[in-house]
């Protein structure tokens, strides 16, 4: 009888405090649970205040793009967005409420995962499973890129398949290129010194790693990055998590965007979240496999 009492007392109690022990570990719910505690009672006051965004335009299909979608960026040049997609590579242009405005086929770049302006006509594309980033010129009249055409730099950091470079942010005062490794282990890289601008100096190139700011990115994966000039904050978009991160310029959280149903709005979860970008209003855009468009501003 003692046998089978301590039988029941391990089934019934010891296992489901195991399993929710190892689902609090692995989804960081300890830590995001600690977090929305400390940021209930004491708000961040120099923070953009994710959490006072709401969504104007929601799951909005991208009329004639079926293929998944992938990144997102905004020029301020042309006061638009840019993506990619991966299964029939391609960069779009498309306008601030979601409608194509221009298709631009892409070769030779492998895996196109990510894109980010860095500068007029300029981007930078990633490759995710060889780890390139790729710095491409776009002017009105360019009927295709071509990666061997372009500036390229390969890192090979931690090669991991398809679990790579996800996404990338740019700080134009700093110089900085973040570039987001997706997982296993999840890592947001500083590249300076790529792009190239200035011919006059020696190319120099320069990874930088901060590991007490990734540690204390409490998401499963990344997905995406966009970098606040106005603030000098960075957002992380986690798409297992369906969340956005904004840290500090000391890699601390400061607030929070959730992408679930009843939260920001939303009438129903954000399925797959894989861009982010924002204007220079405040406006965030988020795009969503396969081709869903979302807008969110703060009210």
Known sequence: MRRSHRLFFVFIVLVPLLVLGVAGHEF??????????????????????????QV???????????????????????????????????????????????????????????????????????????????????????????????????????????????????????????????????????????????????????VLQDRKRDRRLFVRDLSSLQFDERSGHLMALSDESRLVLELDVQGRPLSTLSLRKGFQGLQRNVPQAEGIAMDDAGTIYLVSEPNLFYVFRQP
């Open 56 to 206: 104007a335009i929601e799951a909005q299909p991208i009329e004639g793009l079926d293929d998944d979608i992938s990144a997102l960026t905004y020029d301020p040049d042309r006061k638009s967005l840019f993506t990619v997609t991966n299964a029939k590579s391609e960069l779009i242009e498309l306008s601030l409420d979601g409608r194509i405005l221009r298709r631009v086929p892409l070769t030779g770049f492998g895996d196109p995962e990510a894109v980010e302006y860095v500068g007029p006509n300029s981007y930078v594309i990633t490759d995710e499973r060889e780890q390139r980033l790729i710095r491409v010129r776009l002017d009105d009249d360019t009927p295709f890129l071509d990666a061997n055409d372009a500036e390229q730099l390969s890192l090979g950091i931690g090669l991991n398949g398809n679990k790579g470079f996800e996404g990338l942010a740019y700080d134009s005062v700093g110089k900085r290129l973040f570039v987001a490794k997706e997982r296993d282990p999840m890592m947001i890289y500083e590249v300076h010194g790529f792009p190239h601008d200035n011919p006059d100096k020696p190319y120099a190139v320069h």
């Open 28 to 53: 960081r719910l300890f830590e995001r649970g600690w977090f929305n505690l400390k940021t209930w009672w004491q708000p961040a006051e120099q923070s953009i205040g994710l959490d006072r965004y």
